[in-house]
C-alpha cells in the first residue's frame, strides 16, 4: 500500500478562523458599559421624581410578599383569596386607626410641650456651649499675644493684654444675650411650624398608607395569578423552573425576614416602653411605638430613639447625670437586640452585609426619605434572594452576605486550599460548568492543560495536529 500524501492531510486540516479585532470588542464593552451608567441615571432620576406613585407601589408590593403564605394556607382550607385578602386588610386598617387613635392624645401633648422642651434643653447646653466659646475665645487671644510678643510687638501686645480683661466682665451677658437669642428662635419654630409639618407629614403618610393597603388587597386577592405570569413568560423549560425557584424564594425570604423584624421590633417597642415608664418618662407607651417604628431604619435609627430621649430626660430630671439613664438604656437596648436577638432569630442565611447595608439606607434615605430607608434592607433582602439563584450573580450575594456559607443542599465537590476559594459563588459557578472548584490563584495554569499562544489564539488540539 501506498504511503499517503502530506498534501491529503494538508486538505483534511480545517482552516484557521481569522483573528478577532480585539480592539473593536473592547470598544464595543465600552459602549455598553456607557450605555448601562446612562440607563441607570434615568432609572434612579425616574425613581426620584415619580416617589409618589412608586413608594405605595413598593409597600404594597412588600406586604403582598409578607401575606401571601397566609392567603396561601388559608386556600389549602378552603377559603377564598378574596376574603382572606379582605379579612387581612380590615385587620390592618383596623389596627392603624386605633393605634393612631390611641397615640393621638401623647403626640399632640409631646407637640405642646416641644417649646417648654426646646427652652430646658436650651438652657441646660447654653451654659456649657458658652463656657466652652468662652475657652476657645481665650485660648485664641492667648495665642495671638504670644505671636505679638515674639514680633516684638510690645504696645500691640499691651493693647491685647488690656484688653484681657474684657471676656470676664462681659461673658455672663454675652451668654445670656446668646441664650435668650436660641430662646426664641426655638420657641417660634416649635410653635405652629412643628404643628404644621406634623400634620402634614401625618395625611401624607395616611394617603400612602391608604394606597398601599388598597393594592395590596387585591395583589393578596389575585393569589399565585401574577407567579404564573412570570413563569410563562420564560421561553423555555429549564428557565420556566429557574424562575419559579428565584419567586418562591424570594416570597419564603422576604416573609420570613419581614416577620421576623416585625416580631424582634415590637418585643423592642415593649422593652423601651417598659424602661422609660421605670425612669418615669412622660408617655412611655408613645415611646414604645417609636421605638419599634424607629428600629426598621438599621442604625439610624437607633441614633434618633437616642437623641430624642435624650432631649426629653433632660428636661424631666433636674440633673444631667439622671438624664443620661433613660439614652443610655436606649442605647443598652438596641444593642442587645442587635448583636444578640436578631442574629438567633433572623439566621445567617438572612443578614446582610453592614456595608451594603449603610449604603443602601443612605441612597434610599436621599431617594425617598424616611420610608425610603425603612424599605432599604427589604429590597436588598430581595436582591440577594435574586442573587443566591442566578449562578452570575454569586458574586453579589457573597457581598451581600454576612458570612460567606454554603447555599442550601449545596456541598463541596472537592477541597479548596484555601478559604477565599471555600466559598459559595467559586462553587457554584464550578458546578455551573461541571468542573471542580479552583485550586489555584487566578492565572496560573493546571498542570496538562493547553496555555495560550503569545499572540492570544489558542494553540490546536490533539484532533488537529497531523
Known amino acids: 500500500m501506498a504511503d499517503a500524501d502530506p498534501r491529503d492531510d494538508a486538505a483534511v486540516t480545517p482552516p484557521v478562523t481569522p483573528g478577532i479585532d480585539i480592539e473593536h470588542v473592547i470598544e464595543l464593552r465600552r459602549i455598553r458599559r456607557l450605555l448601562f451608567g446612562i440607563l441607570l441615571l434615568v432609572v434612579f432620576t425616574a425613581v426620584y421624581f415619580a416617589r409618589i406613585v412608586l413608594l405605595p407601589i413598593m409597600i404594597a408590593i412588600m406586604l ?20 382572606t385578602a379582605i379579612v387581612l386588610m380590615l385587620t390592618l386598617s383596623t389596627g392603624l386607626v386605633a393605634g393612631g387613635y390611641t397615640l393621638s392624645g401623647p403626640v399632640q401633648s409631646m407637640i405642646a410641650d416641644a417649646p417648654r422642651i426646646a427652652e430646658a434643653v436650651q438652657q441646660r447646653v447654653g451654659g456649657l456651649i458658652g463656657q ?47 441664650v435668650a437669642v436660641v430662646q426664641d428662635d426655638g420657641s417660634g419654630l416649635a410653635g405652629s411650624g412643628m404643628a404644621t409639618t406634623v400634620l402634614s407629614g401625618a395625611a401624607s403618610t395616611g394617603s400612602t398608607l391608604f394606597a398601599a ?32 425557584t428565584i419567586v418562591r424564594d424570594v416570597e419564603r425570604q422576604i416573609s420570613r425576614y419581614l416577620a421576623a423584624i416585625t416580631v424582634i421590633n415590637i418585643a423592642l417597642g415593649i422593652a423601651v416602653g417598659t424602661i422609660m415608664w421605670f425612669w ?23 441614633i434618633i430613639g ?28 438596641n444593642t442587645i437586640e442587635g448583636n444578640v436577638i436578631t442574629p438567633m432569630l433572623v439566621g445567617r442565611r ?10 443602601a439606607v443612605a441612597f434610599w434615605m436621599w431617594i ?48 479548596t486550599t484555601g478559604p477565599a476559594l471555600d466559598t459559595a459563588p467559586f462553587r457554584a459557578q464550578a458546578v455551573a460548568r461541571e468542573e471542580s472548584p479552583p485550586t489555584r490563584a487566578p492565572g496560573e495554569g493546571a498542570p496538562g492543560d493547553d496555555p495560550a499562544a503569545p499572540d492570544g489564539s489558542l494553540r490546536p488540539g490533539p484532533a488537529a495536529v497531523a
Open 368 to 415: 425617598w426619605g424616611i420610608p425610603g430607608a425603612i424599605l432599604a434592607v427589604p429590597f436588598l433582602v430581595v436582591v440577594k434572594a435574586i442573587a443566591d439563584n442566578v449562578d452570575s450573580l454569586q458574586i453579589l450575594s457573597s457581598f451581600l452576605s454576612a458570612e460567606p456559607g454554603e447555599r442550601e443542599g449545596e456541598t463541596p465537590r472537592k477541597a
Open 306 to 333: 437616642v437623641i430624642l430621649a435624650g432631649a426629653v430626660a433632660i428636661i424631666t430630671y433636674d440633673t444631667l447625670w439622671l438624664a443620661m439613664g433613660p439614652p443610655l438604656s436606649y442605647l443598652l437596648l
Open 64 to 83: 403582598t410578599l409578607t401575606l401571601l403564605p397566609v392567603v396561601r394556607a388559608a386556600a389549602r382550607i378552603g377559603i377564598p383569596n378574596g376574603v
Open 213 to 244: 393597603l388598597l393594592l395590596t388587597g387585591f395583589l393578596l386577592a389575585a393569589g399565585d395569578f401574577y407567579h404564573r405570569r412570570i413563569v410563562e413568560a420564560a421561553p423555555r423549560l429549564r428557565d420556566k423552573k429557574k424562575a419559579l
Open 280 to 302: 418615669a418618662m412622660p408617655a412611655p407607651i408613645l415611646w414604645g411605638v417609636v421605638a419599634a417604628l424607629l428600629n426598621f431604619i438599621p442604625f439610624i435609627g437607633c
Open 132 to 178: 466652652i466659646r468662652d475657652i476657645a475665645q481665650r485660648a485664641e487671644r492667648m495665642a495671638e499675644s504670644v505671636t505679638e510678643e515674639a514680633s516684638g510687638a510690645a504696645a500691640a501686645g499691651g493693647d491685647k493684654a488690656g484688653a484681657g480683661g474684657s471676656p470676664d466682665d462681659g461673658s455672663p451677658d454675652g451668654d445670656t444675650a446668646i
Open 350 to 359: 438572612l443578614e446582610i452585609n453592614t456595608v451594603a447595608m449603610l449604603i
